[in-house]
DNA sequence: GAGTAGATCCTCT
DNA sequence: GAGGATCTACTCA
């Protein structure tokens, strides 16, 4: 086994959200809830680029209730519910007041698998495990008690091992079931690990 | 294999 | 009162 380092607030701080969500592809998310260590390598992430962006919450500078997180420190977790039922998993960047976001959306399981498959409800591990943003929370055990929280805390955090996805390993595409954010739905802002099969938006 | 509808509830208008 | 940064199951072929 490598070292492995949490990534610390100069990671998060950062302006290019952007960047931010390409370099997250190889990192380690770790979740310790009710005492149960879980973890995973992220394969899939999307960049929402706060005020400019018409598919994030604080478009045009809008805040809200829901959207509040989006303006906390670097490094605050943002979880949000999304069709009644799935909790999305967002990592914040940029200062304070800056609504920069990266949600996660899908991550390659490493450690408590068992935990994953009870949170779940399924019978053994199959690829949709931890594919897609939904399915990721549900594993881990994301929900919007953790939201407002940050990735310095022993409950939540990210590490970096020392992986490193070459350029030809790594594909954009522009983002998944933000078509009502019109013209911006086609920025190329998700970053996917080639070939992954915990990648979400494709067939198994 | 591809396409579509339904689930389900919190937030904002 | 409408709709959403989704997932699954079911239909049809």
Do not use: W
């Amino acid at each position: 086994m490598s070292t492995r380092k949490k990534l610390g607030l100069s990671f998060y701080d950062r302006k290019d959200v952007v960047l931010i969500a390409r370099e997250l592809l190889g990192k380690i998310l770790n979740t310790q809830f009710d005492d149960v260590h879980c973890s995973g390598r992220i394969v899939e992430t999307e960049a929402y680029r706060g005020v400019r962006d018409r598919a994030s919450h604080a478009f045009g500078g809008k805040r809200t209730t829901r959207s509040e997180d989006l303006y906390g420190e670097p490094g605050t977790v943002y979880v949000y519910i999304c069709y009644g039922m799935h909790h999305l998993f967002n990592v914040i960047t940029n200062k304070k007041n800056i609504p920069h976001g990266v949600l996660i959306r899908a991550l390659e399981p490493m450690e408590g698998v068992e935990q994953m498959l009870i949170r779940t409800g399924k019978l053994s591990a199959d690829f949709t495990l931890t594919k897609g943003p939904g399915n990721l929370s549900r594993a881990l055990g994301m929900s919007k008690l953790q939201t407002g929280g940050n990735l310095f805390s022993k409950d939540i955090y990210m590490e970096d091992d020392g992986l490193r996805y070459k350029k030809d390993e790594i594909v954009v595409t522009k983002r998944i079931g933000v078509e009502s954010a019109l013209e911006d739905a086609e920025l190329p802002y998700r970053f996917i690990v080639k070939g992954n099969p915990y990648v979400s938006g494709r067939k198994s």
